[in-house]
């Protein structure tokens, strides 16, 4: 008897199941092939780190054509690259999906092997000083649900630290086709871990009933985590999205509604307000806990918010729209004390879209970001962008492809996950990457230092 594959194809994190087919004997041996083919990831010479610096990383490669007024550093950065550790098995694929952090003078980062039903998802955490690993988290073990049962095979949302020294995120679905009662799906998972000791534990479960949780972050002072769901069944309308919140402290929902954010929020420190563009986008509507009850509209717009920046000491916020469905891509600086939306242009360095991260430096003179998140990004060599907010211009600090495949025969492809370090003098990147398959099968890291010269504070 044979049984019946799911074909899931993934576009913008969003995966969607659109045939089922039967699945030969043949077929399943040659999976079983390909399984046992595969080969865990690693550097030459058995090295755990490399580090390069090379004018290869500045040279724009061949057949990119950078847009009218995009500039290349000057000065190429000292680069430290690795594998993330773990992968020792073949993922459906390894991959980064959720934004990573840095504190405390360590990198946090996670990844996941896709797999579904029954996936697992790893918080890492990366020591630049000594160029070490330590595996903080394995979401499976933690969880140990029975056989048969959902598991999450991805982390999606941000991992964000705590006044507690904590790291909370949220779990998510590595296919839509498998967040159903057949396998006695409940909704996903709140989880925090402590660095301190690597211990892990269970905040709630199914704080939406029967939803996946594919954004969020954790408000670090009032510990509330904010997230955006999608339905298990898949129906991402206005209607399927949620926004909730969720009381850390006292584990409680205080608010759930729909037609909440597919994929960003914003958010004001000081007063711990909250604001998204609602799924229909409508508009903009702000979540202030001081006040309760549920989100209200305010003037202005971010059309198909992706990505937003921590807010700078000067009280502004940089968002990004998705640039999808035809759309290019924006960026916008939002006023956190007036509410105020301005559109700055476009963020494009190339031809290649999609951004789902934004890091802002503490002075909030530096933007970093990286198109092509969903795969793609080395079509354009792979380019690590920084936008001068003062002056409204784009450069490039490095390509990183072809230079790490012609050296070590790994492509970086696309990223969720980058983090910069409080000097603003390291951005740590988790990539997807590609050993030679049609998309990525593997995570790797990359600690780009940027040179002083390339972030003058005049």
């Known amino acids: 008897m044979m049984r019946a594959l799911s074909i899931v194809f993934c576009a913008a994190a969003?995966?969607?199941?659109?045939?089922?087919?039967?699945?030969?004997?043949?077929?399943?041996?040659?999976?079983?092939?390909?399984?046992?083919?595969?080969?865990?990831?690693?550097?030459p010479d058995g090295k755990d780190v490399v580090t390069d610096s090379s004018d290869t990383l500045l040279?724009?490669?061949?057949?990119?054509?950078?847009?009218?007024?995009?500039?290349?550093?000057?000065?190429?950065?000292?680069?430290?690259?690795?594998?993330?550790?773990?992968?020792?098995y073949a993922g459906k694929p390894w991959s980064n999906w959720g934004e990573s952090t840095f504190a405390n003078g360590k990198y946090y980062t996670s990844v996941g092997d896709h797999l579904a039903p029954a996936g697992s998802a790893y918080v890492?955490?990366?020591?630049?000083?000594?160029?070490?690993?330590?595996?903080l988290l394995d979401l499976k073990k933690l969880l140990a649900?029975?056989?048969?049962?959902?598991?999450?095979?991805?982390?999606?949302?941000?991992l964000t630290v705590g006044k507690d020294g904590q790291i909370y995120f949220g779990t998510h679905r590595g296919s839509?086709?498998?967040?159903?009662?057949?396998?006695h799906y409940k909704g996903d998972w709140l989880v925090r871990v402590n660095p301190d000791g690597a211990k892990?534990?269970?905040?709630?479960?199914?704080?939406?009933?029967k939803h996946c949780i594919p954004t969020g972050f954790l408000d670090p002072e009032r510990l509330i985590f904010y997230g955006g769901t999608a339905p298990g069944e898949g129906k991402d309308d206005a209607t399927g999205v949620?926004?909730?919140?969720?009381?850390?402290?006292?584990?409680?929902?205080?608010?759930?509604?729909?037609?909440g954010p597919k994929r960003a929020m914003i958010f004001e420190r000081t007063n711990g307000r909250v604001y998204y563009t609602t799924a229909n986008e409508s508009g903009l509507v702000r979540y202030d806990p001081a006040k309760g009850g549920n989100p209200v509209p305010i003037e202005g717009a971010i059309p198909g918010l992706r990505a937003s920046s921590e807010e700078t000491n000067a009280g502004t916020v940089y968002a990004v729209s998705t640039g999808q469905g035809g759309r290019e891509p924006a960026l916008y600086a939002f006023d956190t004390k007036t509410e105020r939306v301005t559109e700055l242009g476009s963020p494009l360095v190339g031809s290649v879209s999609y951004i789902t991260a934004l890091k802002a430096d503490a002075t909030g003179r530096y933007l970093y970001y990286i198109p092509g998140a969903h795969g793609?990004?080395?079509?354009?060599?792979?380019?690590?962008?920084?936008?001068?907010?003062?002056?409204?211009?784009?450069?490039v600090i490095a390509f990183l492809h072809p230079f790490y495949k012609d050296k070590y025969g790994v492509a970086p492809v696309g990223t969720y996950s980058y983090a910069l370090s409080p000097n603003g003098a390291t951005l740590f990147v988790t990539w997807n990457a590609n050993r030679g398959g049609k998309a990525w099968d593997t995570c790797v890291l990359s600690a780009i230092h940027i040179p002083e010269s390339e972030r003058p504070t005049g």
């Open 145 to 158: 649900m029975p056989q048969g049962h959902y598991v999450p095979g991805k982390i999606h949302t941000a």
């Open 14 to 43: 969003m995966c969607v199941a659109v045939a089922a087919l039967p699945v030969s004997p043949a077929a399943r041996a040659a999976q079983k092939k390909k399984a046992e083919e595969w080969k865990a990831p690693a550097l």
């Open 200 to 209: 892990a534990e269970v905040v709630a479960h199914a704080p939406v009933a």
């Open 376 to 395: 793609g990004a080395d079509k354009e060599g792979s380019p690590v962008v920084q936008y001068d907010t003062k002056a409204k211009t784009k450069k």
């Open 124 to 135: 890492y955490e990366y020591d630049p000083e000594r160029k070490t690993f330590h595996q």
């Open 59 to 88: 040279r724009v490669p061949e057949g990119v054509k950078l847009k009218d007024g995009v500039t290349v550093a000057k000065a190429a950065p000292t680069i430290d690259f690795a594998y993330i550790p773990g992968q020792t």
């Open 176 to 183: 839509t086709t498998v967040t159903t009662d057949k396998y």
């Open 242 to 259: 949620h926004f909730f919140a969720y009381d850390v402290a006292n584990k409680k929902v205080l608010c759930d509604v729909p037609n």
